[in-house]
Each structure stands twice: as C-alpha cells, then as structure tokens.
C-alpha cells in the first residue's frame, strides 16, 4: 500500500517509459515472425511480465536485456491454449489470436480480463474472423477458434475497436488474398505496431485514416523495433503538476500524440512549453473550467478522463465531462465524492444515441451514468481506501497528492499494472509517498 502525505506542488522533470497499450501488443506481434525480434523501450510493468508468462506457457521464450530491452523467440511455440488463470487477468489473451491461428489453425481463449469498464466488442472481432474462414464456438468458459485456412475479407466496424483493430490485423498479415478494415482505429499505438509487422516483412498500409489494408504475406521475420512513449504516463504527470499547483517537465513524449490533450490544457490556462519530444507543464494562474467529451483518436482518449476528472475539481466554475466510448466508466466518481468533490452523474440527452455513443447500446444498463457535472475549485480530504482497477488506482494517487494530510491506498498491484515505479517517479517531483507491504 502507499501512504501519502498530500499538498505538496510537484516540481522537476521526469522521462515517459514506453506505451502500456502498445508493449505487449508487441510482444504477441512478434510471435508472428520465424526469427527472434527485439523491442526496446519496453516498461517493467505486470501486463509485461504477464504477456511474458502466456508466451513461456506456449513453449515461446523471451529474454530480458536490461531493464527496458526484451528479445521474443517465437522458436518453441508448441501449442495453442491460454492458460485459464493467466489469460484471465488480462485482455491481452485475445490478442493471441492472429499468431495462434497462423501458427496452429486453432486456439482456446478464456474470456478476456483486464478493467471492468465495460463488455469488450469480442462480437465485432469474431464476425469479421467468420468471415475470413473461422469457426468459434464456446465451451466451459473458453472461447475456441478454429481454421482450415486464414483468408483476406473486408470488414467494416459498426462501432470503433482499437483492440478489434489489432486482433484482425495480426490474423489478416498471414491471410490468403488481401483484407481491408473500414472504420478501424486510428490510435498512434495501432500504427507503432504496424510499423512492426512491416519491419517483419508484412504489407499493411493505412490508406485512409480510417482504412487500413493488409495484404497476407507468406512468411514473416524477425525484427528490431522500438516501443512508443506512454500517452497516460504523460497525462498523469501533467495532471498531477497541475493539481498540486506545481511545474514538470515531461520528457521522451510524442507531442504530436497528445494534441487532444493540450489542447484542453490551453483552454482550462496551463503554461505549456512544447518541444520536439517534451512538455513543460506549469501552473501560472487559477485554472478555468471547460467541457469535455472523450471520442476516438484524434479526440479526447478515455483512459485520460478520470485523472482529468481530477484536474477539473481544481479549476473555476462549472464542467462538464462527457463518456463516449465506455458504458460504465465512473468508478472512480465515488472516491472523489468521499474525498469532497462537488460532483454529480447525469446522461445526455443525444438526438442519435447509436451515433453519439461508441459502445453496444445493448450493453448499457439503467444504473450507468454517461456524464459527469463537476464544480471546483474543491479542497480535497485524505482518504483510506482499496483500488480495483488500474486507472481509479492512478485517480487515487492523484488525488491523495492534492488532499493536505495522510491518504492510504492499497490494491496497489493495479497501479503498477500500468505503471513502472509510479511511486518512486512522483517521489523525485517532491511528493511524499511511502510503500508498505500491506497487513490486510
């Protein structure tokens, strides 16, 4: 657990590790090659280390060189089942897909993990696979695929998957003829994993933003190839400097990547210094509320909006802060509510909810709240409290550095799910943060 002493401005600067929402993506990818590929800038997270056991239990190998550099030997693949208990703790299980079919024409998958935000459009991805000459069925809480031959269809995504967009774009590399998405995903982590598959000798091209085509290829290889910069790292520390009425230099980022989000940080008056590859993020002046909607990339990310939820408790007057892309997203509201925050849950009122929304409607529920009515500027106070999620972990943690005096929070396993030594990265910016081992 991590026990913080709150009200401190952070200050300093800070280096950004490589994507969680693109590093083990890769790792998977790069079971699709003949050879042994390296990646670097790899984060030592546990979704890593997890993605690391699938692949040791399927006779595959990966070989750490330092801290952030990570060799992936798809030699010793053997078979094709994810484990029960791995494959439950992470959705990275049904990434497994496209390696597994072109290897073995058939794999059983659990039903993915990973945070309760919502039911994964499994569906999309298994239409477009029947399509390319796959059968699924399910069986004792497993999903099973199989194949006699992979072969290129085209698919158009009723509502934008970015982890639909990868499965099918693993499967399509090593398909008969040529396949091409509509209305993909268009997440510059998608386009850092192409660049991989190129690297290995794949034909992928995105012809329209939205369009992707991949033409299958006979063989793949090896490669060497580089892991992006974490855009939610960046988005923590940002949000965390301002909070704390601080200034942080965020360094090793892709500022074409996170123009959503500066955007916003102009609007609500942050003092922003933008560089090749860093930002200088200071608190000037008292901070304006705004009105915030999260969409697809190149809008405003979902995984940014609770940290930014906490931002807006300490800006003026009234926001609004619309969820678009998940049914149920505000898990986090509660604990900002206990710790003092004037916030309240409310649904818009969208002419075409099918349009506006880019969740399943039939996945929403009478209790889910769509939008979020803060009002601040908000003294937050301590709390004492266990997380269940990755990114109500990361809010928590934010939050505690605002509230003057001790917080505790444990469940911290979810924090470093996502992140490399969080703790330790906020402790040299000046907050004061102590780990212990939990009693309970």
């Not at 790792?27 to 050879?35: K, Q």
């Not at 459009?121 to 029947?130: A, H, K, N, S």
């Not at 003026?316 to 604990?335: A, V, Y």
């Not at 990755?390 to 934010?398: E, F, P, S």
Request: hydrophobic share 35%; glycine share 8%.
């Amino acid at each position: 657990m991590y026990i913080v002493k709150g009200g401190t401005p952070l200050k300093g600067e800070v280096s950004i590790r490589g994507a969680k929402n693109a590093s083990f993506k890769l790792m998977i990818a790069a079971l699709l090659g003949s050879g042994v590929t390296k990646l670097r800038n790899m984060p030592d997270i546990s979704d890593v280390r997890i993605t690391t056991s699938t692949i040791e239990k399927l006779g595959g190998s990966v070989k750490h060189i330092g801290n952030h550099t990570l060799e992936i030997n798809p030699q010793g693949l053997s078979h094709s089942t994810i484990p029960f208990g791995i494959g439950k703790k992470s959705r990275a299980s049904i990434l497994f897909i496209g390696p597994l079919l072109s290897k073995f024409g058939e794999l059983k998958i659990p039903f993915p993990g990973g945070d309760k935000i919502g039911t994964r459009p499994i569906g999309r991805i298994l239409d477009c696979l029947e399509k390319m000459g796959v059968e699924s069925f399910v069986k004792d809480e497993y999903f099973i695929l199989k194949t006699k031959k992979l072969v290129g269809a085209n698919y158009t995504f009723p509502k934008n998957s970015h982890t639909g967009t990868e499965v099918l774009i693993m499967a399509a590399v090593s398909a008969d003829g040529t396949t091409v998405l509509e209305n993909a995903a268009q997440e510059p982590e998608i386009d850092n994993l192409i660049e991989l598959i190129n690297k290995m000798g794949g034909n992928i091209k995105r012809i329209k933003p939205r369009t992707i085509q991949i033409t299958g290829v006979k063989k793949l290889n090896s490669a060497q190839h580089t892991c992006l910069p974490d855009r939610n790292e960046t988005i923590t520390f940002a949000c965390a400097a301002l909070a704390t009425k601080g200034e942080v230099s965020v360094l090793r980022v892709r500022p074409d990547t996170l123009t959503a989000f500066t955007d916003k940080l102009k609007e609500i008056g942050a003092h922003l210094d933008i560089g090749e590859d860093e930002i200088l993020i200071k608190w000037t002046q008292p901070l304006k509320a705004c009105n915030t909607e999260t969409t697809p990339h190149p809008g405003f990310m979902t995984d940014w909006g609770p940290l930014w939820n906490v931002l807006l408790t300490q800006t003026r007057g009234t926001s609004h802060f619309t969820e678009r892309i998940f049914p149920n997203r505000f898990q986090h509201i509660p604990l900002l509510q206990e710790m003092g925050a004037k916030i309240s849950l409310y649904n818009p009122e969208p002419q075409d909810p099918e349009s506006f929304y880019n969740f399943d409607l039939e996945n929403d529920k009478p209790e889910f709240f769509h939008a979020a009515k803060i009002i601040g500027p908000t003294k937050l106070k301590p709390i004492d409290i266990t997380i269940k999620d990755l990114r109500a972990g990361a809010t928590a943690l934010v939050a505690a550095l605002i509230a003057p005096g001790k917080s505790t929070i444990r469940g911290v396993n979810y924090i470093r799910r996502g992140y490399e030594n969080l703790d330790l990265r906020l402790k040299s910016l000046g907050a004061n943060i102590k780990y212990l081992k939990s009693t309970r």
